[in-house]
């Protein structure tokens, strides 16, 4: 079946360091990729998404590209903050099975100190 | 507007009995997923729901699971016999019809079966 492997940390970065966080994917079809992210006591939101090949997501200076040939969709930051410190989750969805479920990986906590 | 909302947010029980719990979508959405976010690991699909009916009943972990839908809008996650291997989060989205739209998570009800 679908799945998602990310890297899975935990991270910790010094405030303006480059973040790349890798994703790849397995699925049948043509599978839309997201980017979901969980803030210290807050609920899981979209960071980003991409629906087909070549597509590039991006949101507060994050930036993630849908790539087939590869499989992946890596989420990239130039420059964190301390305010991006949480987890980051990459999914797919895809209709296949009548279905219409996210499918998650693991999820990497990321710490950024000042 | 009102986002998605679950109750209760935390529920303690004892191993042996039954529990409810609730997931209220935004307004208008016809999707409505269910997953579990167990300690330390990531999301796990349980159940699809377009309008009231399941097309994807596949994530539900056994016959001691349930789940149901009425006027599109309301949902109820039923849990058996409960077990401590059932405590996590469950975690309520809903989202507009189609795989390549945003599911919008609710807040959770962190269910602790003692």
């Known amino acids: 079946g679908d799945s998602v492997t990310q890297m899975e940390g935990p991270v910790t970065l010094s405030e303006e360091a480059f973040l790349t966080i890798n994703c790849t994917y397995t699925?049948?079809?043509?599978?839309?990729l997201f980017w979901y992210v969980q803030y210290p006591g807050e609920g899981l939101q979209l960071l980003l998404k991409?629906?087909?090949?070549?597509d590039k997501g991006s949101n507060k200076g994050f930036e993630a590209t849908y790539r087939k040939e590869t499989t992946s969709f890596h989420l990239e930051k130039g420059s964190v903050q301390v305010s991006d410190s949480a987890v980051y989750f990459c999914?797919?969805?895809?209709?296949?099975?009548?279905?219409?479920?996210?499918?998650f990986g693991k999820g990497m906590k990321l710490t950024v100190n000042p | 507007g009102a986002g998605v909302s679950q109750s209760p947010s935390n529920k303690v029980t004892e191993k042996g009995k039954d529990v409810e719990l609730r997931c209220d979508p935004i307004?208008?959405?016809?999707?409505l997923y269910w997953y579990r976010q167990r300690l330390g690991q990531g999301l796990e699909f349980l159940i699809y729901?377009?309008?009231?009916?399941?097309?994807?009943k596949s994530g539900l972990p056994s016959d001691r699971f349930s789940a149901e839908r009425t006027g599109e809008s309301v949902s109820t996650l039923t849990i058996q016999r409960t077990q401590q291997e059932d405590s996590a989060v469950y975690l309520c989205?809903?989202?507009?019809?189609?795989?390549?739209?945003?599911?919008?998570f609710g807040p959770g009800t962190r269910l602790t079966v003692l």
């Open positions: 989205a809903s989202s507009l019809p189609g795989f390549q739209n945003e599911q919008f």
């Open positions: 699925a049948t079809g043509y599978p839309s």
């Open positions: 991409a629906t087909k090949a070549d």
């Open positions: 999914a797919l969805s895809s209709s296949q099975g009548g279905s219409e479920k996210l499918v």
């Open positions: 307004s208008g959405h016809t999707a």
């Open positions: 729901f377009q309008g009231n009916s399941a097309p994807d």
